[in-house]
């Protein structure tokens, strides 16, 4: 089996790692009804998208 000429520090190790990790999505409120959306997209609860209405919603 294949063994390490020398061992492998902590901060080497560490470095290499550092690029591996979740990126935290970037949530904003809904300008015109105040719900928490993805950034630029269209807001699911109204519809309206940058303070315009981008998805007609229609009521039952």
Same mark, same amino acid.
């Given at each position: ?22 990126? $935290?999505?970037?949530? $904003? ?25 981008? $998805?007609?919603?229609?009521? $039952?």
């Amino acid at each position: 089996m294949a063994h390490p000429k020398s061992k492998i520090s902590k901060q080497r190790k560490r470095k290499r790692r550092t690029h591996k990790k979740l990126a $935290v999505p970037n949530v $904003v409120n809904c300008q015109n009804c105040g719900s928490p959306v993805l950034y630029h997209r269209v807001c699911g609860e109204c519809g309206f998208y940058r303070g315009k209405e981008a $998805v007609a919603q229609d009521l $039952v």
